[in-house]
């Protein structure tokens, strides 16, 4: 849906964008991740045809950003970290100036506006002006305003700051809603754990380069090849770890005389035949369970591996599938 | 469908107090008027007063408004929301246009139909002639405070964003307006063609207004990331200089295109964004062989800087046109001097726009324009007045070409500064542009 090659972006003195290639899926929610400055903000403005790159080529749904960014707009929807709204116009009106600004006909106008307003719960505040609105609803039709003319890609940065627990977590029922319509969203956040309940991809950016992009395996692990296990006894055991070591799949990563951290390699019934073994073997184990890497450690390995100067691998243009060797 | 920028403004302007307040209030000022006058000797005529609130109305606050309908979107981060839409570059251009001074022109066609009736009353004569002028003239202000500011939004100057660009405008016209009125009733020729002169003046406002309006369009592609080939800078140029040479018929046409298009350059160049990763971008697509691409991100004073020297060429070797112009200063004494000057005033840009540049490229600098203005006045101002009172006489020249009286001489001292200039230029280069 959205093919980046080779994209450099340049502010005086600075590089912001060193060589960026990727390949966003179509129907993927990518939670964009990085540090301040690592190039999150330009990156989206640059897809958005907001900025001009120094080189590289930018291509949405096939359409040369640089060239058509008029028809870019059409299918795409972006919402700044630094919006504004029209304080004294209604909530039907910004929504109604939205539609017909990107191009909706004029006769499907007051359905999107219910519809968009039914989605982020504005329709009894239809009538109200901006300037009347609370931090959150603003967000909110900041955000209505991006997705009323039902967009094949949006794009948001940092959507859920400034509002509250509530709020994000109905953002977040949004987002998965749209991406299960169709939609294919880029969004930027600092808040890991948030976008962690919506994203089916990550991107990773540091100093301006691609740190990792990968899918995220949120479903099922019946087919993941890999998988982070900890293992706890009922009791301290002297000497358990030889056990475990003697198992071929197993791999150890951290552990004590009560429980260890291991890494699994193999489906559901490699799995159910291990504990059996452990069990058989003598082992007490109180349990056994699944412990998946959240967005948060994700990245935070990414930054690790970077900064150990293990880039090698990760930089790639196309997302890996399932999870990267810890 | 109605163009959605218009109709916002109009939302955002009109309110049915305001629709019923102006009409109300206009009509009673021109009641009061017209009861003054039925009942006292030497109050101001109706259609002067209809004249007057129609400058202040539309000419005034229209201007404002104008320039509001840009600054305020930039201001209340509305901006990038109205550049990812789908509108067209003519349809925002009109929207905001019309849209943000809607209000003004209710109240500005009430004012002109006052004038109208008054007039006719008075059997005053060219009443659609004299309404047309002033309505072309507000639309010329409106569309030229909107282009120049649609066109330094592209900088850094903060004056624009204060509203600087509106009470430019607004002095401007107000400063000029006068002179056009002292000629009123008289006749004008005009490349060999006699005119009457408010049809002149409404037909050149017109023709302004249909340039301020282009201006306008083309600086909204610009800003909504149209690729925008800048070719019709050095036309208005071409077209500017046609028209002012028309009142000499024609003579001294290339001098004074030559004179427009070094103002213009100037304008451009401390007007236009010219930073270091703007003009690497334009390397980067020069390198890459990428012609295309390097002109629709070429800022636009290269082009008057092109021309000048097109004209400058022109006026060395094609022809012997004399200035349209006196000079300041001894070199209208020698007439070898003025067949060199064209080309020693090009080259002298050519070393101003890369001192520009210069200041431009360096990382720290914030204040490009102000520092380069002040080195260029010690370069042409300070230094050759130092060497004067000193008594080096021959040295001061060095520093201002322009007072020799031999022409090659003084070409080759404008050469050579425009060479040093052009190394300075490309060590600050080497010194600061990021490597691919």
């Known amino acids: 849906m959205i093919k980046i090659s080779g994209l450099t972006f340049d502010y005086p003195g600075h590089r912001a964008l060193h060589q960026v290639s990727l390949q966003v899926e179509a129907g993927s929610v990518t939670a964009l991740v990085g540090s301040n400055g690592a190039g999150k903000t330009t990156l989206m403005r640059c897809i958005a045809g907001l900025e001009t790159p120094l080189s590289g080529s930018i291509s949405v749904a096939g359409l040369d950003v640089l060239e058509q960014p008029r028809e870019v707009h059409r299918i795409m929807g972006y919402l700044s970290d630094f919006y504004g709204l029209y304080q004294a116009l209604t909530v039907a009106q910004c929504f109604e100036y939205a539609a017909a600004a990107q191009g909706l006909p004029a006769p499907s106008i007051p359905q999107a506006i219910q519809t968009t307003a039914r989605q982020l719960g504005l329709t009894d505040r239809l009538q109200q002006t901006c300037d009347k609105l609370s931090r959150g609803l603003r967000q909110r039709v900041a955000i209505g305003q991006a997705i009323i003319h039902a967009p094949q890609i949006l794009l948001l940065d940092e959507p859920a700051s400034g509002l509250d627990p509530e709020a994000r977590a109905s953002l977040a029922g949004l987002f998965r809603q749209l991406q299960a319509q169709g939609m294919t969203l880029l969004v930027s956040s600092h808040i890991l754990a948030e976008l962690d309940e919506y994203s089916s991809h990550m991107l990773a950016l540091r100093d301006g380069r691609v740190l990792e992009y990968r899918a995220l395996d949120h479903g099922s692990t019946a087919l993941a090849p890999r998988k982070s296990l900890r293992i706890t006894l009922a009791q301290a055991t002297p000497g358990w770890h030889a056990q475990l070591a003697a198992e071929p799949a197993l791999q150890i990563n951290a552990g004590d005389e009560r429980s260890a951290d291991v890494i699994f390699s193999g489906d559901e019934q490699a799995q159910a035949a291990l504990l059996a073994r452990l069990i058989g073997g003598g082992l007490a184990i109180s349990s056994f369970t699944d412990q998946k890497e959240n967005l948060q450690q994700s990245y935070l390995r990414s930054v690790a591996s970077y900064e150990n100067g293990e880039r090698g691998e990760n930089n790639q243009n196309t997302p890996s599938n399932g999870r990267s060797a810890s | 469908m109605i163009n959605p920028e218009f109709k916002r403004n109009l939302w955002l302007q009109f309110s049915l107090h305001r629709l019923i307040a102006m009409p109300a209030i206009l009509g009673l000022i021109f009641f009061a008027l017209s009861i003054a006058n039925n009942n006292f000797l030497g109050v101001v005529a109706l259609d002067s007063v209809a004249l007057i609130l129609f400058a202040g109305i539309v000419c005034l606050w229209g201007t404002r408004n104008a320039s509001s309908a840009v600054i305020e979107e930039i201001r209340d981060k509305t901006w990038d ?214 002109l629709r991100n070429l800022p636009i004073w290269p082009t008057t800087l092109a021309l000048s020297f097109c004209f400058a060429l022109l006026l060395q070797f094609g022809g012997d046109q004399a200035l349209p112009f006196g000079l300041p200063f001894r070199l209208s004494a020698t007439v070898a001097g003025i067949s060199f000057l064209a080309m020693t005033l090009a080259l002298m840009l050519l070393r101003d726009c890369c001192v520009y540049l210069f200041f431009a490229f360096s990382f720290k600098s914030k204040r490009v324009g102000a520092t380069t203005v002040l080195y260029l006045a010690i370069i042409n101002g300070l230094l050759p007045f130092l060497c004067n009172v000193m008594g080096l006489n021959v040295l001061s020249l060095l520093f201002m070409p322009l007072h020799i009286g031999s022409g090659w001489v003084m070409l080759s001292i404008a050469a050579l500064h425009a060479v040093l200039a052009l190394a300075l230029l490309g060590w600050r280069w080497r010194q600061q542009a990021l490597r691919a």
Request: hydrophobic share 60%.
């Open chain 2, 81 to 294: 929301q109205q550049r990812m839409s789908a509108l067209d570059p003519w349809t925002m251009t009109w929207g905001k246009l019309f849209g943000a001074t809607a209000f003004n022109w209710y109240g500005g066609v009430l004012c002109l139909a006052a004038f109208v009736i008054a007039a006719l009353a008075r059997e005053r004569s060219m009443i659609l002639v004299d309404s047309l002028t002033l309505a072309a003239l507000a639309i010329l202000m409106h569309a030229a405070t909107m282009a120049l500011n649609l066109h330094l939004m592209r900088s850094d100057l903060r004056a624009a964003q204060r509203g600087g660009v509106t009470w430019a405008v607004v002095l401007l016209a107000f400063v000029l307006t006068p002179s056009f009125r002292s000629q009123i009733d008289s006749s004008i020729v005009w490349w060999g063609q006699m005119f009457y002169y408010r049809s002149f003046l409404a037909a050149s406002m017109i023709f302004f207004a249909a340039i301020a309006i282009f201006a306008a369009w083309r600086s909204m592609r610009s800003a909504l990331q149209i690729a925008t080939i800048p070719w019709a800078w050095p036309l208005a140029c071409c077209v500017l200089a046609a028209y002012g040479a028309g009142f000499s018929d024609g003579a001294g046409l290339l001098w004074i295109a030559l004179m427009l298009a070094l103002a213009m350059t100037y304008a451009a160049l401390f007007s236009e964004k010219n930073d270091i990763a703007f003009w690497q971008r334009i390397v980067a697509r020069a390198k890459a062989g990428n012609w295309h691409g390097l």
